[in-house]
């Protein structure tokens, strides 16, 4: 019989481990510390889950927001480990159970009297805090979840959906609350949104660069020696010339653009360069792919 070997662990893995618990922790300490110092006081509403655990206990006052918001990620955890898989259910159980932690231990008051201020304030600590935890191997649960398996299935920003799912939170916090905290609301999660597609995916955006010069073999020897970066040459054919041509097509990152820029008209000032956002890369070295 033959005995199955078990999984060595090494040190880089215990590093990833400790790295992702760090990240959930900031992350969930961050947003608790929105929800208990800026939003409750407030009366504004957190976006998804921890909004809804919000307004429930502004109904309920007997009911804590981190056993709510802990209760209600049942159902989402079972999608998430069918979805995204045992690595993000696991990381995501942890980030939840840290997040209701900091909900109930972290009881602070941000004195910040204007609301637009304050809006804007909570907004900035949330999206810092949810995009810190979205960038661990895991989340916080809650709309998180969704978001994630959205953006694997159909590369959904992870902003844009969040954003999108607090229109019930919004309805309700006009019905409980008032139209002005829906209003001041609104503004926390827009702020929110940014910050996390900011943190999670701007700073590591990619740039399509198209260079079309007849200088290309130059500016090509270039990019590959220097920028170290892989290149595509396409057949190309002038619109009106009717003259064959050659165009560049190279993928790199958000930092090497400048450099790029600088080597071309170096080369040939008188290419014709476009220079587009990409959403996802897939590939093992200029890749961006969510890492869940």
């Not at 942890?94 to 231990?105: C, D, K, R």
């Amino acid at each position: 019989m033959k005995i199955p070997q078990v999984p060595q662990i090494t040190l880089a893995d215990l590093r990833q481990v400790l790295v992702n618990l760090l990240m959930l922790s900031v992350g969930g300490g961050l947003c608790a510390v929105a929800v208990n110092g800026i939003i409750i006081p407030h009366e504004f509403a957190a976006g998804g889950i921890t909004g809804l655990a919000v307004i429930l206990q502004e109904i309920f006052p007997a009911l804590d927001v981190g056993l709510t918001y802990l209760l209600v990620n049942i159902p989402l955890f079972l999608a998430a480990i069918m979805a995204v898989g045992r690595r993000f259910f696991f990381y995501s159980l942890v980030g939840t159970a840290i997040f209701s932690l900091a909900l109930a231990l972290i009881k602070v008051e941000l004195v910040v009297e204007n609301q637009i201020l304050a809006a804007i304030f909570s907004g900035i600590i949330i999206g810092l805090g949810a995009g810190i935890t979205l960038r661990s191997q895991g989340s916080a649960g809650g709309a998180d979840i969704l978001s994630v398996m959205l953006m694997k299935r159909f590369s959904i920003p992870l902003g844009s959906t969040l954003l999108a799912l607090n229109v019930l939170v919004l309805a309700l916090t006009a019905l409980v609350f008032s139209l002005d905290s829906a209003l001041y609301t609104l503004i926390q999660l827009y702020v929110a949104a940014k910050l996390v597609n900011l943190v999670v995916t701007g700073l590591s955006q990619r740039k399509a660069v198209m260079i079309i010069s007849k200088h290309w073999p130059e500016i090509n020897r270039e990019i590959l020696r220097d920028l170290r970066r892989g290149t595509t040459v396409i057949p190309a054919r002038g619109g009106y010339s009717g003259s064959e041509e050659n165009m560049l097509y190279a993928v790199v990152n958000f930092r090497d653009i400048g450099p790029l820029k600088r080597t071309i008209r170096a080369v040939d000032p008188d290419a014709f360069v476009v220079v587009t956002d990409t959403m996802e890369v897939m590939n093992y070295r200029i890749g961006n792919q969510p890492h869940w």
